[in-house]
């Protein structure tokens, strides 16, 4: 049997993309803006009874992956700082700094 009324109004009435820019929000750990890719990156890993995220660029949270084990990352928790005085992340981050928001590479693989 047919409706009456559409489930749904007339596409008309939903706002376009154009009208709603979105603001971009910062990189947890670069401060860059992040782009079109955001990943919600749990600070103190799920495994170790993290439940806060952050938004971070999948090529920093990929380099904390492979700088840090979960537990110097449930040490680190939500302190930037203290992830930024590992040299290898600090270089990381002074070389992506000039880099286009949505940038990606490939990362090296865990250094233990």
């Known amino acids: ?52 995220v952050v938004p971070m660029h999948p090529i920093c949270q990929q380099t904390l992956i492979a700088n840090f084990t979960n537990s110097e990352l449930q040490r680190h928790a939500t302190d930037v700082e203290a992830l930024l005085a590992n040299p290898n992340v600090r270089k990381f981050v002074d070389w992506v700094a000039k880099k286009d928001p949505d940038f990606t590479a490939t990362i090296t693989k865990k250094q233990r």
């Not at 782009?35 to 170790?48: A, E, L, M, Y």
């Open 1 to 52: 049997m047919a409706r009456k009324h559409p489930k749904h109004g007339p596409y008309e009435d939903l706002p376009s993309e154009e009208e709603t820019p979105e603001a971009a929000v910062p990189c947890w750990l670069c401060s860059r803006p992040t782009g079109k890719t955001i990943v919600w990156h749990h600070p103190v890993p799920k495994s170790r009874g993290g439940r806060d």
